[in-house]
């Protein structure tokens, strides 16, 4: 059975943490929510003051934050959680940042003896609960087969992009594409219904259709098309339109970097920037409200 500190306990690291303690793993949890602490608790996860508490006696870490300044923040620096891990030690950091963040990271675990992983995660908080994730992993194969079978109770699909850094690349890409498709569904969708139709049909259709895509088959931005979907419940829970926008500055950031031409990427950062100012704190699918035309 393998210690694990787990540190982020969010929509995400919550339900990630409970598979895992399903799985007969002891945990020592840490988040600043108290409420996501109190549910740590109530699945069986022993609750620690801090994250320096949580790693002690840890053989593995595994953190889910928020941004690339959270995972430095943590990890690194004079009183960086790195220097309270014990040598040897497995980190995996499955938080969606900035590639040379992951990079700096991993450099900093190596020369104390670590071994550091960027594992990124897709499949939202469904996926999270379900133990169906992607993992998109960079960093050393060895270090990737010792952190696999932890993997593998969170997730369905387990991917090896390459160095460290490079599940963060994949990660940011991927997001993009997420959400120039969900534009795409939520003005398609609203186009239709202005039309007279009814979204839970032409849903159907274009699932069906040239126009399928995830956004409308997994994850449908319309209210009661899909039960389970943040439409369905007001957008709250899921992936947040503010983390959305997040992960489209860090793909602004590496076109940038390498001189790559995200014309669509630039357009959907500068819609959800529009969102964020009204809606930031809902589910990245309410964007379809920019669309709607509900008189």
């Given at each position: 059975?393998t210690?694990?500190a787990f ?10 943490a409970?598979?895992l303690?399903?799985a007969g ?13 109190t ?5 069986g ?6 994250a320096?508490?949580?790693?002690t006696g840890?053989?593995?870490v595994?953190?889910?934050l928020?941004?690339s300044q959270?995972?430095e923040?943590?990890?690194l620096?004079?009183?960086g959680?790195?220097?309270?891990i014990?040598?040897?030690?497995l980190?995996i ?9 992951s990079?700096k990271?991993?450099?900093?675990a190596a020369?104390?003896g670590?071994?550091?992983i960027d594992a990124p995660?897709s499949?939202g ?14 960093g050393e ?16 699909n ?6 460290a850094?490079?599940?963060q690349?994949?990660?940011?890409a991927n997001n993009?594409?997420?959400?120039i498709?969900?534009?795409?569904t ?5 186009l239709g219904?202005a039309n007279?139709?009814?979204?839970k049909v032409l849903s159907?259709?274009m699932?069906?259709?040239?126009g399928?895509?995830w ?6 931005p319309w209210?009661g098309v899909?039960e ?10 899921g992936?947040?339109?503010a983390?959305?926008l997040k ?6 950031e ?5 001189g ?11 819609l959800y920037?529009?969102?964020c ?7 990245f699918?309410?964007i379809?409200?920019?669309?709607r035309?509900?008189?």
């Open positions: 059975m210690t694990i540190i982020g306990l969010g929509n995400m690291g919550g339900p990630m409970v598979n303690l399903k793993h002891g945990i020592t949890a840490y988040d600043l929510s108290d409420a996501a602490m549910a740590a608790g109530e699945a996860a022993t609750p620690a003051t801090s320096g508490e949580a790693v840890a053989d593995t595994i953190s889910m928020p941004a959270h995972v923040s943590l990890y620096g004079a009183d959680l790195l220097q309270s014990a040598r040897g030690s980190v950091d499955c938080s969606t940042i900035a590639p040379a963040s990079r990271v991993a450099a900093a020369e104390l670590l071994e550091f995660v499949g908080t469904a996926g999270a609960t379900a133990g169906t994730l992607t993992f998109i992993v960079g194969a060895g270090a990737l087969e010792r952190a696999r079978p932890l993997l593998e109770i969170m997730g369905q387990i991917f090896h992009a390459g160095a850094g490079a599940g690349a994949a990660k940011i993009m594409l997420l959400a498709h969900m534009i795409g939520s003005e398609a969708l609203s219904a007279g139709l009814d979204p159907e259709i699932r069906n259709s040239s399928g895509n956004s409308l088959e997994k994850y449908n209210p899909m389970a979907a943040p439409a369905s419940r007001d957008y709250s829970g992936f947040g339109s983390l959305m992960d489209l500055g860090l793909a602004a590496a076109a940038m970097a390498t790559s031409a995200i014309p669509l990427g630039e357009l959907a950062r500068n920037t529009l969102h100012a009204e809606s930031g704190g809902l589910d699918s309410s379809v409200g920019m669309f035309h509900d008189d």
